[in-house]
């Protein structure tokens, strides 16, 4: 049996869609939760991109120890410098470099001809392999990119020390059927490929990245890119999570593979993006969904519950969905935290312990009971060391009345500013009373969501805000059990983020 090598772009493709940002103390988390997942490359960012970048790379470089980090690179020097230097502390380091090959983007976007791709690819890998071992190349728009001159480049790459060939679906235009030809014919007709890996890079933009990734795997491929709760630039990637348990479900059906993925951490991981970016995932997404093994028609319950395997194809627990069952209540002590957030695949210092210990007693005296997802809302909503606080907040609304708002905030100087507002609803009258205490009223309130974290009446729920300043559109959130506390605080984590000093230093 083959292995298949997962590589997880959650932390550079996926934090490049919008509103999927996340902060560096975040990154961390989740390379964390990756690398207990079991992946096998975490592809950090892109470190010529920009300074944050540069600094989350270092960041999960530090701190991985089993998994590659990656970090990718236009196929120029400087970029392919940049990154290595971003790498240097990472265990086992990887250079991944791209360049476009299609037609369109020779003409429109590089103004190259064949020859100068050709000879940019060989340069680009030799200068990354002159840095690391292991470099990865992609072709990008590989799938628009003529087979013939594919292959050219493929070879090009493979002969210049590339231990890693990337076919990225750029656009999600290919279809399983092509796409599982194109991995046959580049194993079948391009020298030199023993003992280099092919990988799939697909997008979702017609609902096809997981069906193309496993396409791909039937072909041939060895690796596949993928991310958590599929996200990505536009449409999204290949999810990571329907990818393991179409190959663990229907073993066989994509070729003789195994994967390392301890599945039953995929609810959780899954649960952690998305309280890091405040993004939900659909109800009725696969796998990791909240319905995604609910039976709500009697005649199904009642199958279910004669014998499981009649409407359920995988076990709930299988993907961790026990791991969402009541797990502390007000009398938990600290022991029992300090394992729930151990087996959550977190590490805090002594200090932020303390603070998400006392966090979790107070949510366990307003809600009862506390959940996995409560924890880790605790957990990334801590925002120790940011310049402004909250210390009192006032809102009054109806129907028939104006709404208002009265807000006293504490700078980290010692200093507190009390401000009123008036406005269009209570958030709204908030908005303005907190902006104009910080001396931010040049913003705009530009986007707005509550999600809840997990269940029932008392259930935290998490407001994720989007404040535009001039061109800068930054974002905040804030868990809470009541819903104008966590908006006013979502605002004030945009506050803090504008200041440069939220905790992390990453905006
Ligand atoms: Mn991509």
Sequence with gaps: MDRLILFDTTLRDGEQAPGFSMRLPDKVRMARALERLGVDVIEAGFPAASADDRRAVRAVADHIERAVVCGLARCVPADIDAAAQALQSAARPRLHVFLATSAIHRQ????????????????????????????????EDASRTERGFLGEVVQAAVEAGATTINIPDTVGYATPTEFESLFAWLLAHVPGLDGVTLSAHCHDDLGLAVSNSLAAVRGGARQVECTINGIGERAGNCALEELVMALRTRPGQFGDVSTRIDSTCLVSTSRLLSSITGVSVPPNKAIVGKNAFAHEAGIHQHGVLAHASTYEIMRPEQVGFDGQRLVLGKHSGRHALRQRVHSLGQELEEAAFERLFAAFKDLADRKGEVLDDDILALIVGDRQGCAWSLSRLQTSAGTDRVSTATVCVQHRDGSAVDEAATGDGPIDATFRAMTRATGYHDTQLDDYNVRSVTWGEDALGQVTVSVRRGDAVVRGSAVSTDVIEASANAILDVINRLEGTAAGGAS
Excluded: C, Y
């Design 108 to 139: 429109h976007k590089l103004k190259m001809a064949k020859e100068q791709i050709l000879a940019l690819t060989r340069e680009g890998v030799a200068r990354a392999r002159s840095h690391v071992d292991d470099v990865e190349f992609s072709p």
